[in-house]
């Protein structure tokens, strides 16, 4: 009775054409992810529009005055968007994007940044240096970072408008 049994060779393309596979699936496993936290991103920024929103309701339709804080320990920061629009949100995981890998939202409180030449302006009419827009061509925080580049260079940030939309770097370039 002859016994069969894999030879070496066998056995070696058999690995070889599983780390084959391996390495055409993991980076679609990545950009798969990073869809996920993306939408988790988004979902944030739409949390902040709405807590925006409360703002601008109880304080006389202004918007808030709020600055990006430094990462810099000791250094003297001015309101800041987690402090400001805490009590309006309830959470400050709002403020935290899961694709911040620079750590950005533990240095500075938030992984999103604020227009702050929106600062202490009519919400209804803002205006950027004197020209005004409309409410739709307005960015009002947007990430702080590419945080999403590994699904491409188009769909790396995103921004929430004035009017509560929000877009990624791609539809930006082809509204204009």
Not at 25 to 51: D, F, M, W, Y
Not at 100 to 107: G, H, I, P, S, T
Request: proline share 5%; glycine share 6%.
């Amino acid at each position: 009775m002859k016994r069969r049994a894999f030879t070496l060779i066998e056995l070696l393309m058999v690995i070889g054409i599983v780390v084959v596979l391996a390495a055409l699936l993991l980076p679609t496993i990545s950009r798969t992810k990073e869809s996920g936290r993306s939408a988790v991103c988004l979902n944030n920024l739409h949390q902040i529009g709405i807590g925006l929103q409360l703002y601008v309701q109880e304080n006389q339709n202004r918007m808030p005055t709020m600055f990006d804080r430094s990462p810099i320990p000791g250094t003297t920061n001015r309101p800041s968007m987690d402090i400001v629009l805490f009590p309006h949100i309830g959470s400050t995981n709002v403020f935290e994007c899961p694709s911040d890998r620079k750590q950005l939202f533990v240095k500075t409180g938030s992984s999103f940044g604020w227009n702050s030449m929106l600062n202490d302006q009519d919400a209804d009419h803002l205006q950027l240096m004197t020209n005004t827009f409309p409410l739709h061509q307005i960015f009002v925080v947007f990430d702080k970072e590419k945080f999403h580049i590994l699904r491409g260079e188009k769909r790396a940030m995103n921004y929430l408008y004035a009017d509560g939309h929000i877009r990624n770097l791609m539809e930006m370039q082809n509204v204009q």
